[in-house]
T-cell receptor
């Protein structure tokens, strides 16, 4: 089983729609979780950090379910500018805290 | 406040050649991690440098090596390039000091724009 697995994409949604991505992780000891956004041929940019049960920032909500070992990202009122690949990330165990990435979910918001 | 910078932006090499990529971390950060991102995949951890030493290494061969300088900047070297080394190489910056971890959040890493390496 991969350490971090994400919903297969792509997701194509109309502007204004609500869309949710799920991500499962295998390391039950993980304490930190991140969603990064990556535009085509650009670097990943931090979207949200989650350290407890969830986090909300405007139209974006991340929820963590430790019992089932999954984390979700909900985007409300989608904008064209939300089109990107969304990467689910958690640090691996160990002192260096390397980040382990999912393979990403591609979102296209259509006009 | 300068963010993470990387050079060069793009690079084209042939099989068997050697390449050096460079990274300067965000101001105030002391730790540099390197990742390789192949097309359509998430970034894969190569190694991390802190206090001028390699602290942890991912599943990459010895052809991949690195260095960290006293000013915290870092280099990634790849020898004997293979076609499969073609990828986006990302540098991520973070800090192990408590002050920064409290300000930015535990385990947070910030990425540079990357170097796109093409091996022909």
């Amino acid at each position: 089983r991969k350490e971090v697995e994400q919903d297969p994409g792509p997701f194509n949604v109309p502007e204004g729609a609500t869309v949710a991505f799920n991500c499962t992780y295998s390391n039950s000891a993980s304490q930190s979780f991140f969603w990064y956004r990556q535009d085509c041929r650009k670097e990943p940019k931090l979207l949200m950090s989650v350290y407890s049960s969830g986090n909300e920032d405007g139209r974006f909500t991340a929820q963590l379910n430790r019992a089932s070992q999954y984390i979700s990202l909900l985007i409300r009122d989608s904008k064209l500018s939300d089109s990107a690949t969304y990467l689910c990330v958690t640090p691996s165990s160990g002192s260096a805290r390397q980040l382990t990435f999912g393979s990403g979910t591609q979102l296209t918001v259509l006009p | 406040d300068a963010g993470v910078t990387q050079s060069p932006t793009h690079l084209i090499k042939t099989r068997g050649q050697q390449v050096t990529l460079r990274c300067s971390p965000k101001s105030g950060h002391d730790t540099v991690s390197w990742y390789q991102q192949a097309l359509g995949q998430g970034p894969q951890f190569i190694f991390q440098y802190y206090e001028e030493e390699e602290r942890q290494r991912g599943n990459f061969p010895d052809r991949f090596s690195g260095h960290q300088f006293p000013n915290y900047s870092s280099e990634l070297n790849v020898n004997a390039l293979l076609l499969g080394d073609s990828a986006l190489y990302l540098c991520a910056s973070s800090s192990k000091t408590d002050g920064w971890r409290k300000r930015e959040g535990r385990d947070t890493q910030y990425f540079g724009p990357g170097t796109r390496l093409t091996v022909l």
